[in-house]
């Protein structure tokens, strides 16, 4: 492997952001990965539909089941590319037999067709060519911290593909015209459709997976590479190869001087001579050794089982049968013990946790008050703004012909009653109907129907410009202070 021409940049990166490295792979070779595509997918699918066309249901499933060796298509164009090779479609032709009969077509096509993480096992036979347990256990090397990726990516494509399936079938039947009672959605999925329709179903199925295929086989082989990188250090190489390449074009004079100083200085050197005697191992080397001779070292084993974390060596018990029995009672009582203090625990746990939030919320309510806004649309609201007598004060407004005063009056006192009286937290941003929802059933009914007049006869005077009858302000007057009382205003 030439790791000199490789056109990615090699650095460590997280398995995420491997995955986006795909699509700006497939931008760069959009134009020989297309090519290659459809050289070959697009050829074999059309003699496939054509071929099952007395039964065009079960073309689509063919189809789908087949992807795996269209995969190998577009890995072989990008494993070119991405070592600076141009991949012609007559040199992709030229190795398309060899590449539909690499090491893993057959298990590609049954046994691990339905792998979630085949994007990063198709590398591991095609570029690779590891086959059997030696492939097995390249994939479980590979797989160990990006499986999970891997099987997210596959969940990731297969619905992308689905969605963009549905989109282009409601598109085109939206396109379709007339009333469409002819085409229609559960036609296409479900329903009696003629086999032109299947025929359609299956190029929109076709276009679907030329948009998404590519993707998923060029994030599949930025996850790979990725890994590759990671485990066999390909950046590090390719710094020291090229800190070599630098050390070979260094100039000769350099090498001879170098040699020179070394002639020079050498003979004066004293030889220093010591005697080698053979050293004993030491006690370090000997607990290493005695240690690596267990039977338990030397071999890799996955367990994947839940198992009580008890001692499997056997105790010696003393006494007969009787005591073994007792044993066992004993063993039985301390699980079941064990068992109700987990219980217990956990329900302690969740009664704490109730009691803290119950309170915490309740003390953050009684420490948090909200503040009485001084203003609501453009009234002011300050009780110090109001006069000690809001009832006499809108008497005399209204003596003098004013009635527009003696609303203002009684809508602001209103207001900063139900505010400081009843305690209704009104928002600086409320409007006249958020005011009523907040006093919706929080205040006696003649209140509320009271509050609600006033707040429509308001609205008429200051917003519809309308002139109020005196006799409306005087209903309105009569019992005010009964319901709404004078405004105090909070210490």
Not at 83 to 106: A, Q, S, T, W
Not at 187 to 196: E, K, P, V
Not at 423 to 435: K, L, R, S, V, Y
Request: net charge neutral; charged share 20%.
């Amino acid at each position: 492997m030439q790791l000199e021409q490789i056109t990615v940049r090699l650095r460590r990166r997280s398995p995420w952001e491997a995955l986006d490295l795909g699509p700006a792979l497939l931008r760069n070779w959009a134009a020989p990965v297309y090519r290659a595509w459809f050289a070959t997918y697009w050829p074999a699918g059309i003699v496939i539909l054509l071929v099952m066309w007395p039964w065009p249901e079960y073309a689509i499933l063919v189809l789908w089941w087949l992807k795996p060796l269209f995969d190998r298509v577009l890995l072989f164009v990008f494993s070119r590319s991405v070592f600076g090779d141009e991949c012609r479609v007559r040199d992709l032709l030229r190795e398309l037999p060899r590449v539909l009969r690499g090491p893993g077509v057959l298990s590609g096509l049954t046994l691990r067709r339905c792998s979630l993480a085949r994007s990063l096992l198709l590398p591991v036979w095609q570029l690779e060519g590891q086959t059997g347990a030696d492939a097995r256990a390249r994939f479980r090397l590979l797989s160990r911290r990006c499986r999970g990726h891997a099987v997210w990516l596959t969940f990731f494509c297969a619905n992308m593909s689905t969605i963009l399936l549905v989109s282009i079938v409601i598109t085109l039947l939206a396109l379709v015209p007339g009333d469409g009672q002819d085409l229609s959605l559960w036609q296409w999925f479900g329903g009696d459709r003629s086999t032109a329709g299947y025929f359609a179903g299956n190029l929109v199925f076709m276009l679907a997976e030329t948009v998404v295929e590519p993707l998923y086989v060029a994030s599949g082989f930025s996850l790979y590479l990725n890994r590759r990188s990671e485990l066999e250090a390909w950046d590090i190489e390719l710094a020291f190869r090229r800190l070599a390449a630098r050390q070979s074009a260094t100039p000769l004079a350099s090498s001879l001087l170098v040699l020179l100083v070394l002639a020079v200085w050498l003979p004066l050197l004293k030889p220093v001579q010591a005697e080698e005697a053979p050293q004993p191992p030491s006690v370090a080397r000997q607990a290493i050794d005695a240690v690596l001779t267990d039977p338990v070292f030397g071999q890799d084993r996955e367990d994947w089982s839940w198992r009580w974390r008890q001692s499997d060596s056997p105790v010696d018990e003393p006494g007969g049968d009787w005591i073994k029995v007792l044993f066992k009672a004993i063993e039985w009582f301390s699980e079941m013990l064990r068992g109700l203090l987990w219980v217990f625990a956990g329900l302690g746990l969740a009664a704490a946790i109730f009691l803290v939030l119950r309170y915490r919320q309740a003390g953050s309510r009684a420490r948090v008050a909200p503040a009485a806004p001084e203003f609501l649309f453009g009234l002011d609201l300050r009780p110090a703004s109001l006069p000690a007598d809001v009832a006499a004060a809108a008497h005399a407004a209204l003596d003098r012909g004013d009635s527009v005063e003696a609303l203002s009056l009684l809508y602001r006192g209103a207001l900063v009653a139900l505010m400081h009286q009843r305690q209704i937290d009104f928002a600086a941003g409320d409007t006249e109907n958020d005011c009523l929802s907040r006093i919706a059933g929080r205040v006696p009914e003649a209140l509320d129907r009271r509050f609600n007049v006033l707040v429509e006869t308001w609205r008429l005077a200051a917003y519809g410009r309308l002139s109020i009858p005196v006799e409306r302000v005087e209903e309105l007057l009569a019992g005010w202070d009964l319901l709404f009382g004078k405004p105090q205003a909070r210490p």
